[in-house]
């Protein structure tokens, strides 16, 4: 059957659909047309070679390409998503392709479709995207692609009609919906949820600049998640421009898009919690933590010396690489097996900076983790970095036992866990807390009792099987009075030494 695609006009939406194979009469014809200059060729080119959908032809060709003869069916838009294809990586790279054309010398040949693609020649710009592919654009995207200098990705087409379906971005939460295949500051291709939060979203996005895995995390689309998104990317840019290679996780690079605050970060395989899930919630040995906390406590200096607190240090929080010993290295029965049979010294990467603060600017009263939430939080007295110093305490006694040493299921548990431990807090540091009243009793002498508790204070001990010099470091980290805590730096110092 043949069909002759209508005559040009100057309205896009009255072109029709091309099939995306292309047969030879229409190359026969571009080809035939050797008297016409460069760019015209290159225009006609692009209605044979780029294989995409309701491609459209400038009025600049010659009469002569207005009626083409396809022995092929026309398409119709379809009226639900097509079928998945990789059509977007093939235009990407015949735009790049394209767009080197324009620039170089070469003799303009018409190609087939099923020909290799051209070396690369540039990524084509955001105005020559709008230009020549309108139609593989939303009309959101056709507003937002004009201010790229590089195009690398443009999304899938099913994603497309997804989002059009569900004709917003963001749920009632603030939170981003959503989409595999989606495209992100049209260079990340959205794949999986990684992680979610109170902060948002982390989603797993693969990088078409670098072709490298990457973490996206979407700051939720609120007033105070700007607020506080612009403080994180203050505190990660500090980190950025100070650590050189300390054990904090770099942004690689931060963006808006689509008024959610962007922050890319590199892939790494496991947190710690997962470590200690993957060994069945039983204690790790004493040598492997003390390696984890020795790159703790360096963070936490590097925190103190810059002004940072974190304030949410726990194991979801602290990412794992490992660095294999060299082959002639000697065997030790505390450090981590690879698949190939090597030993692997852990290596830690601290990450979410999404409730950090700069040290005078707290603003939160509310930080931290349950489990890992310092008593000076809990009771209501002003915070430091020993914050940042009890949470590590707890972190290093979960790895070495298995399991939280305060697995309270409210503050209040979780303060009788903490005295049942620690013993009570000292009068000094209660009369300084705002909500002291709310868990605590004087009795006729004036001591301060936690109400209505059934443990006996300091009546909780490390496990027996850990070296009294862990055990002591562990009590220092968790001194109920925070200015009785041990320090990041002489903390960094015990460490050194145990490592040692």
């Not at 760019?39 to 080119?45: D, F, L, S």
């Not at 170089?104 to 693609?117: E, F, G, K």
């Not at 995207?141 to 569900?166: N, P």
């Not at 490992?322 to 450090?335: N, V």
Request: glycine share 4%.
């Amino acid at each position: 059957m043949k069909v002759t695609v209508l005559p040009l006009s100057g309205n896009t939406n009255d072109f029709p659909i091309v099939n995306s194979r292309v047969i030879k009469p229409a190359v026969n014809q571009v080809q035939s047309a050797r008297n016409y200059s460069r760019e015209k060729i290159v225009q006609a080119n692009r209605i044979v070679n780029h294989g995409i959908q309701s491609t459209t032809v400038s009025n600049s060709i010659d009469s002569r390409f207005r009626k083409i003869e396809i022995k092929k069916q026309t398409t119709i838009l379809p009226t639900r998503p097509p079928k998945e294809s990789n059509s977007h990586r093939h235009f990407i790279g015949k735009a790049r392709n394209a767009a080197g054309t324009l620039e170089s010398n070469l003799q303009p040949v018409a190609r087939s479709i099923d020909a290799p693609p051209i070396k690369k020649k540039a990524d084509p710009s955001g105005s020559f995207m709008l230009r020549t592919c309108p139609e593989l654009l939303t009309e959101c995207e056709k507003q937002e692609i004009m201010s790229f200098q590089s195009v690398y990705y443009i999304g899938t087409q099913k994603s497309k009609w997804t989002r059009m379906a569900l004709k917003d971005f963001d749920d009632s939460k603030g939170d981003y919906l959503f989409i595999p295949g989606e495209q992100l500051q049209f260079r990340y291709e959205v794949q999986n949820i990684l992680g979610q939060g109170s902060f948002g979203q982390v989603f797993t996005c693969l990088d078409h600049k670098t072709e490298k895995q990457v973490a996206v995390k979407l700051i939720r689309n609120l007033p105070k998640f700007h607020t506080q998104a612009a403080v994180e990317i203050e505190i990660l840019q500090i980190i950025r421009n100070r650590s050189k290679g300390g054990p904090s996780i770099l942004c690689l690079e931060s963006f808006s898009f689509r008024n959610h605050s962007c922050l890319v970060f590199e892939m790494y395989s496991m947190n710690l919690y997962e470590l200690i899930k993957l060994m069945k919630f039983q204690p790790i040995h004493e040598r492997f933590a003390s390696h984890v906390t020795l790159q703790l406590f360096e963070a936490l200096v590097f925190f103190q010396d810059n002004g940072i607190l974190h304030c949410d240090v726990k194991p979801e929080n602290i990412l794992l690489e490992f660095d294999p010993l060299p082959p002639s290295a000697d065997k030790q029965p505390d450090f981590l097996l690879l698949p190939d049979g090597r030993q692997a010294i852990p290596k830690i990467k601290v990450i979410d900076f999404g409730s950090s603060c700069l040290y005078g600017k707290q603003v939160f009263t509310y930080i931290q983790s349950r489990f890992y939430r310092a008593p000076e939080v809990i009771l209501g007295v002003s915070y430091n970095h020993p914050i940042d110093v009890w949470s590590t305490g707890c972190v290093v006694a979960e790895l070495l036992s298995g399991v939280p040493i305060f697995p309270g299921s409210d503050e209040y548990e979780q303060l009788e866990h903490i005295v049942e431990f620690a013993g009570e807090p000292e009068q000094s540091l209660l009369e300084r807390a705002s909500r002291a009243k709310k868990f605590f009793v004087q009795d006729d002498q004036g001591a301060w009792h936690l109400i209505h508790s059934k443990k006996k204070p300091g009546s909780k001990n490390m496990p027996q099987y850990l070296s009294r010099q862990i055990t002591q470091f562990i009590i220092k980290c968790l001194t109920l009075d925070p200015d009785h805590r041990l320090t990041p730096l002489e903390g960094w110092k015990l460490c050194t030494s145990m490592v040692n």
